[in-house]
């Protein structure tokens, strides 16, 4: 009877070892092409050459995958993904600021998330809203972590900047609580963390408030700026609705 030099269940074995190993080589190369392709995409800029500044905000509690999707669209990072993973990978997740921040297309992505980490280089934005008083205005800036509880509400309440802004009543304003209450303008602020001081938003806000009222002020008769702001306040906190409010102010 006739044996076959090579019994089936060995040259079985053979052939799952030979499917094994060669499964285990694709895998092992698609993982080399791809940590390659991670590594260009984390090291390498978009466009070296191109250092034109751009604005980019990265907005409180968003996601790191969202601001991969952000980055991506720009065109300032070549994928989001490697970006996901960089910051995941190096638990950058927890460091990443909100802000603005001014990126370019010659900065590579581990630069680009080095600079998310670094108060000196972001802005962050602080929105006051109409109707705002010093003690709120005071609670979100400790919210932000820029300030310590009570150091704004101290700032305005010691005020002493008469001589920069004409349209401030010394005579009148130095006898309230607050004298800038009211003159707080309402808008959104670009503030650098690495160097804020109490009275920062206080000349911002101010300086934005001669400037939009510049045209306004000139026009305003027999009334005083004071009087105004006072009316306007009364409206903004017992008037509710636009209406009512255009109807209260006319």
């Given at each position: 009877m006739y044996n076959h030099p090579f019994p089936l269940k060995k040259r079985s074995n053979f052939s799952k070892s030979k499917a094994i190993f060669v499964l285990a080589g694709i895998f092992l190369g698609i993982f080399i092409f791809s940590y390659i392709g991670y590594k260009n995409d984390v090291n390498k800029a978009i466009d070296p050459s191109d250092e034109t500044a751009s604005s980019f905000i990265v907005k409180k509690g968003e996601s790191i995958k969202t601001i991969g999707k952000n980055l991506e669209e720009k065109g300032l990072i070549k994928d989001s993904f490697s970006f996901y993973l960089y910051v995941k990978m190096n638990d950058f997740d927890k460091k990443i600021l909100a802000g603005r921040f001014l990126l370019s297309k010659s900065m590579p992505l581990n630069k680009i998330v080095e600079d998310f980490t670094d108060m000196k280089k972001a802005e962050f934005l602080v929105?006051?809203?109409?109707?705002?008083?010093?003690?709120?205005?005071?609670?979100?800036?400790?919210?932000?972590?820029?300030?310590?509880e009570g150091e704004f509400i101290h700032a305005a309440k010691?005020?002493?900047g008469w001589e920069y802004y004409p349209f401030l009543d010394k005579k009148i304003l130095s006898k309230l609580e607050f004298p800038v209450e009211g003159y707080i303008y309402p808008d959104t602020y670009f503030i650098d963390p690495s160097a804020f001081k109490?009275?920062?938003?206080?000349?911002?806000?101010?300086?934005?408030?001669?400037?939009?009222?510049?045209?306004?002020?000139?026009?305003i008769k027999n009334h005083t700026v004071h009087e105004i702001i006072t009316m306007a306040s009364i409206i903004e906190t017992e008037v509710f609705g636009g209406k009512d409010r255009k109807l209260v102010s006319g």
């Open positions: 929105t006051i809203q109409e109707g705002l008083r010093i003690v709120d205005i005071d609670k979100k800036l400790v919210e932000l972590e820029l300030l310590q010691n005020f002493n109490p009275h920062t938003l206080i000349y911002l806000a101010l300086d934005n408030f001669e400037k939009k009222t510049a045209n306004l002020i000139p026009q």
